[in-house]
């Protein structure tokens, strides 16, 4: 009932910035939280940042004061803005949905790469 598509996603040097976004749409679906979660090849998934139905933010150390999570709740839209981007930021981002009831839904990712 639930399709999430990520865009934004490229190639951006050292110290620059990406803006990714994330649509949710589909049917008999409420949302609850969204997030953006990121992984490199051989390891696990990690959570960047989630924001709930309210606006309350989580971040991650590793990028806190450098990304900012925000949504539209008409649009059920969530975005992240990144900057002062490091080649260690390199990842694919996939976003995550939460609705109500706990089910969780997964885009299939947008590939981010910071390199000179």
């Known amino acids: 009932q639930v399709q999430l598509v990520e865009s934004g996603g490229g190639l951006v040097q050292p110290g620059g910035s990406l803006r990714l976004s994330c649509a949710a749409s589909?049917?008999?679906?409420?949302?609850?939280?969204m997030g953006w979660y990121r992984q490199d090849p051989g390891k696990e998934r990690e959570l960047v940042a989630r924001?709930?139905?309210?606006?309350?933010?989580d971040y991650s150390n590793f990028v806190w004061g450098r990304f900012t999570i925000s949504r539209d709740n008409a649009k059920n839209t969530v975005y992240l803005q990144m900057n002062s981007l490091k080649p260690e930021d390199t990842a694919k981002y996939y976003c995550?949905?939460?609705?109500?009831?706990?089910?969780?839904?997964w885009g299939k990712g947008t590939l981010v790469t910071v390199s000179s």
């Open positions: 924001i709930n139905h309210g606006g309350s933010r």
């Open positions: 995550k949905m939460s609705d109500v009831y706990g089910v969780e839904y």
């Open positions: 589909g049917s008999d679906f409420k949302v609850n939280a």
